[in-house]
């Protein structure tokens, strides 16, 4: 006999595309697959269980509508989704993932500077806020994919270029 | 910039040409009859981008061309790796393959080939003076590969402009896909030049 787990041991999954969010509580996996010079944000409130996920593109919004895109204006946005769901700010810790430069001259040069520029605004935007970063897996040439399990706040990241880790 | 009946038409000459030119110069350098697909002309949101070859966690290699003067915008070729083992095979004639740094070589020499060949033709077409950058390259997850590669132009666009073409190389079914973005803004220039000044 099978012997099936009942559906509130069965996490949801969510995926979260570029330039988009989510949130959700202790049942839910969020994840962003495919990071490059973006970067995956996710923040936790370890007391609620309560998580949000944004996978921003860009450092600063010149006026955009699309806010989840850039890290200014999406780390704020995901704060008050969170909050929303019971989340209280100071209480909220972050793990960055991502803000790789994927592409190299033939020279070994990395051609753009965009995920550098990501890791700087992001790391600022956080201090700004207030909310320290317990967890980082950033820079360097690779891409990666994330899941936050929000059962207990940890990230996996995994890659082509090395074994998972957990942060 | 919308994209009306006439721009897209305009858009997929362009396309056409170019890749034409393209898979001929393919076909000179690995020696196979090439065959491509209609070009597509598409607005595409970008967050749909790094899934536009297929699974965005699939290992792929990229190279990426940029290109400036009277319009501006990128050039990517991407293949996965079996095709990238494939068409090395076929570039050096051996299933011995040279080290490393001769199969990048290689491959920022096909880039440089096949998208010197598409704004040749372009420019013979338009008369648009074209010039274009070194290739970089990115062998990664298709995803981080695909989303990197023109997050610049994301800064206050929601939406990428992409001239898509397939190639196949007959007998050895390799399949490397073609995409010329232009930089959206920089394209009235092209549809004035075509058009005439008229062109609303």
Do not use: W
């Not at chain 1, 969010?21 to 996996?29: C, I, Q, R, Y």
């Not at chain 1, 989704?81 to 430069?101: D, F, N, P, T």
């Not at chain 1, 929000?150 to 270029?161: A, I, N, Q, T, W």
């Amino acid at each position: 006999m099978i012997i099936l787990p009942s559906p509130d041991q069965v996490a949801e999954k969510l995926v979260v595309k570029m330039a988009d969010h989510a949130v959700g509580d202790e049942n839910t996996v969020l994840a962003t697959l495919g990071l490059g010079s973006c970067i995956g944000i996710a923040l936790y409130d370890k007391f609620s269980k309560i998580g949000g996920l944004v996978h921003i593109m860009l450092p600063e919004n010149p006026g955009g509508k699309k806010i989840v895109k850039y890290a200014d204006t999406g780390i704020s946005f995901l704060i008050d989704e969170m909050e929303e769901l019971g989340a209280r700010k100071r209480r909220l810790s972050a793990k960055i993932v991502g803000g790789a430069g994927m592409f190299k001259s033939e020279s070994g040069d990395s051609v753009m500077k965009i995920g550098e520029r990501n890791i700087e605004a992001v790391q600022e935007q956080l201090k700004d806020i207030g909310i320290r970063i317990t967890g980082s897996d950033v820079g360097k040439d690779y891409g990666r994919s994330m899941y936050f399990h929000l059962d207990d706040g940890r990230v996996e990241v995994k890659s082509f270029s090395r074994d998972l880790i957990t942060i | 910039m919308e994209l009306d009946q006439i721009k897209e038409d305009i858009l997929k000459e362009v396309a056409n040409i170019g890749a034409g030119n393209a898979a001929t110069a393919f076909s000179g350098m690995i020696g196979q009859e090439i065959n491509m697909t209609v070009p597509k002309v598409e607005l595409v949101e970008i967050q749909e981008l790094p899934s536009i070859t297929g699974d965005e966690e699939e290992y792929i290699a990229c190279i990426l061309i940029n290109f400036s003067g009277e319009i501006s915008g990128k050039i990517l070729l991407v293949v996965d790796m079996e095709n990238v083992e494939k068409m090395l095979k076929l570039i050096f004639s051996t299933d011995d393959l040279p080290g490393k740094e001769m199969q990048h070589s290689a491959l920022n020499e096909l880039g440089n080939i096949l998208s010197g060949a598409y704004l040749k033709a372009i420019n013979d077409f338009t008369d648009l003076d074209l010039d274009q950058s070194v290739p970089a390259m990115a062998y990664d997850m298709a995803g981080a590969v695909l989303s990197s590669s023109v997050i610049d132009y994301s800064q206050t666009e929601d939406f990428i402009l992409l001239l898509e073409t397939e190639f196949f190389a007959g007998e050895e079914k390799l399949e490397l896909f073609y995409f010329f973005i232009p930089q959206k803004d920089s394209l009235d220039f092209l549809f004035k030049r075509l058009v005439g000044d008229n062109f609303a």
